[in-house]
C-alpha cells in the first residue's frame, strides 16, 4: 500500500463508483461528500480533521459513543480466537452466551434467540416463524397466514419486511412484489385520523383494529408492530395504554404480537426495551439496530417457548424452520453484543441516561415558539420536530422545499450531522452524550431552524 487516498481523491473515487442508500445519485455527484475517518464519543472526524456531533448516532445504532474502550478491546480479543465460524451444524462461546443474557434482559417470557444480520432479516424471520407455527399448530384450521399491520410502520427494506410497512414514498414502487396484509390507521395525536384529541378520544383508534382482529383472525398470523414509537414514520408516538390493548386484543383474537424494537430497543426509550413501558411480552420480538453497541451487523428474533414447541418434531415431519443466514450468529458480532451489555451494566447507562432524557425535554420546550416549528414528539431520547409551513393549519411544506433537508445543512455547517425525514427533524444521540454536548446539538439545531428561509 502506498500512501493513503487524499480527501479529493476519495471524492472522485466515490462519485464514480458508489451508489449510497436512501440517495438521488444524481444530486449526491453535485456535491462533496462529508467522508467520516474517525469517531470519538459522540463526534465523528472527518478526512480533513474536522469534528461532527452524531445526531443520529450513526443512523439509531449507536449507544456508548464511538472508540469505545469496552467495545474495541471486546473486538480485538475476539479476534485474536476467530473471526467467523457457521452456525450451521456448530456452534461458538459468545453466540451461546449472548443469548443467555437477552433472554435475561428480554421481556419475561421470551426464551429463545434466533440470530441474523439486520433489523430487516429479523423482521422476515419473524413473519415467517409466525407463518410456519401456525401451519403447524393447527392445519386443519386452515391457513393463518396474514399479517395486520399499522398505516407508517416501516420494518425494513426487504420485500417481506416492505409487505407489512406503509410509507408510500418508499414502498409504492415495489407493489407488484409484495404479499397481501390488513392496513389499520396507528395513533397519531398531531394529525389524528379520527379528528379527535387525546385522551378525550379514549384511544377511539384502537377501535377499527379490534374490528379487523374480530372479523378476520382466522387470516391472521400476527400483528407486527414499533412498540411506543413508529420511528421512521417521523418520530409518531403511540399514547400511554395503547400497546396493552394491542398486547390483550391479540391474545384474546389468537394472532401472535410481533414487537419490531430494531429502533426501540436497548435504552433509546428510556428503558432497555420499549415493551417494557407497558410490562407486555410479545410473541416475538426483532432486535438489531443497538444489539453491538453501532459497532457491527447483527440481529436477532426472540420468541417463546410456546412458539419454539411448535417446530419441534421428527426429522422427517420437516417442521424444522428452514432459514438461516451465511454469517448467522457471528462471534464477532455476539462478542460486541456482549461487551455491549457488559457497558449497559458496568455504567449504569439506563440511570444516568434518566436525567438527561429530562433535560432533552427541557431544551425541547423553545423550539415550539418557533416560526416553522408544528410539532415536537418525544420518548425517551428519541424525539422528533416537525416543521410545517402554517401552524395553525397544520400544512406541511411540500416535499420539494425540502424544509427538513435546508435544516440539516445548516446544522452540518455547524457541526451537527443529522438525517431528517421529510419535513420531521430527527434527534436521536448516542446514549453516552454528555450533557454539555446534548446542549450543544440543541443549540444548533435551534440556531438551524432558525435560520432556514423559506419564500
Ligand atoms: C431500521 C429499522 C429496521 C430495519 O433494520 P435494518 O438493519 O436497516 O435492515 C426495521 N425496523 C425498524 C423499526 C427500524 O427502525
Redo the contacts with the bound molecule.
Keep these: 500500500m502506498g500512501r493513503p487516498p487524499s480527501t479529493r481523491q476519495l471524492i472522485n473515487w466515490d462519485h464514480r463508483h458508489l451508489w449510497h442508500p436512501f440517495t438521488q445519485m444524481q444530486e449526491w455527484v453535485q456535491e462533496d461528500p462529508l467522508i467520516i475517518e474517525r469517531g470519538k464519543g459522540a463526534y465523528l472526524i472527518d478526512t480533513e480533521g474536522k469534528k461532527y456531533l452524531d445526531g443520529t448516532s450513526s443512523i439509531?445504532v449507536n449507544l456508548h459513543g464511538h472508540r469505545h474502550p469496552v467495545l474495541d478491546r471486546a473486538l480485538k480479543q475476539q479476534i485474536d480466537k476467530i473471526a467467523h465460524s457457521t452456525f450451521l451444524g456448530l456452534s461458538n462461546p459468545p453466540a451461546i452466551v449472548l443469548a443467555r443474557e437477552l433472554i435475561r434482559i428480554a421481556p419475561k417470557g421470551l426464551t429463545r434467540v434466533f440470530y441474523s444480520d439486520?433489523?430487516?432479516?429479523a423482521?422476515e424471520i419473524a413473519l415467517k416463524m409466525a407463518v410456519q407455527y401456525w401451519q403447524q399448530l393447527h392445519p386443519e384450521a386452515g391457513p393463518k397466514n396474514t399479517f395486520l399491520h399499522l398505516k407508517l410502520a416501516?420494518?425494513?427494506?426487504t420485500i417481506g419486511?416492505v409487505s407489512v410497512g406503509n410509507i408510500e414514498l418508499f414502498h409504492s414502487r415495489f407493489k407488484p412484489l409484495l404479499f397481501p396484509t390488513l392496513e389499520a390507521e396507528p395513533p397519531h395525536c398531531y394529525r389524528c385520523p379520527l379528528h379527535l384529541t387525546y385522551p378525550t378520544c379514549k384511544v377511539a383508534c384502537i377501535d377499527p383494529i379490534e374490528q379487523i382482529l374480530k372479523a378476520r383472525h382466522r387470516d391472521l398470523a400476527g400483528f407486527i408492530i414499533?412498540p411506543l414509537m413508529q420511528?421512521?414514520a417521523g418520530m409518531v408516538p403511540q399514547p400511554a395504554g395503547y400497546l396493552t390493548r394491542i398486547r390483550e386484543l391479540c391474545s384474546k383474537h389468537n394472532i401472535l404480537l410481533i414487537a419490531?424494537e430494531?429502533?426501540t430497543g436497548f435504552g433509546r426509550t428510556g428503558t432497555m426495551f420499549a415493551c417494557e413501558h407497558e410490562q407486555i411480552t410479545p410473541d416475538l420480538m426483532?432486535i438489531?439496530?443497538g444489539l453491538t453497541g453501532g459497532y457491527m451487523p447483527l440481529?436477532a428474533t426472540l420468541t417463546t417457548e410456546e412458539i419454539y414447541r411448535g417446530f419441534l418434531g421428527k426429522y422427517d415431519e420437516f417442521k424444522t424452520f428452514f432459514h438461516g443466514h451465511s454469517f448467522t450468529g457471528n462471534p464477532l458480532g455476539c462478542a460486541l453484543a456482549l461487551a455491549n451489555l457488559d457497558v449497559f451494566r458496568n455504567e449504569k447507562t439506563l440511570v444516568r441516561l434518566q436525567p438527561k432524557i429530562k433535560l432533552l425535554a427541557r431544551l425541547l420546550q423553545p423550539f415550539q415558539a418557533l416560526l416553522h416549528v408544528g410539532d415536537i414528539r418525544q420518548i425517551g431520547f428519541m424525539a422528533g420536530i416537525e416543521l410545517v409551513r402554517d401552524r395553525m393549519t397544520k400544512e406541511p411544506y411540500p416535499f420539494q422545499v425540502k424544509a427538513g433537508h435546508r435544516v440539516a445543512s445548516i446544522a452540518r455547517s455547524k457541526g451537527l450531522i443529522l438525517r431528517p425525514i421529510g419535513n420531521v427533524l430527527v434527534l436521536m444521540p448516542p446514549l453516552s452524550t454528555t450533557v454539555d454536548e446534548l446542549k450543544n446539538m440543541m443549540k444548533i439545531l435551534k440556531e438551524s431552524i432558525e435560520t432556514l428561509q423559506i419564500d
Design positions: 439509531w439486520n433489523g430487516s432479516t423482521v416501516y420494518h425494513g427494506d419486511a414499533e420511528a421512521a419490531d430494531v429502533a426483532a438489531s439496530k440481529a
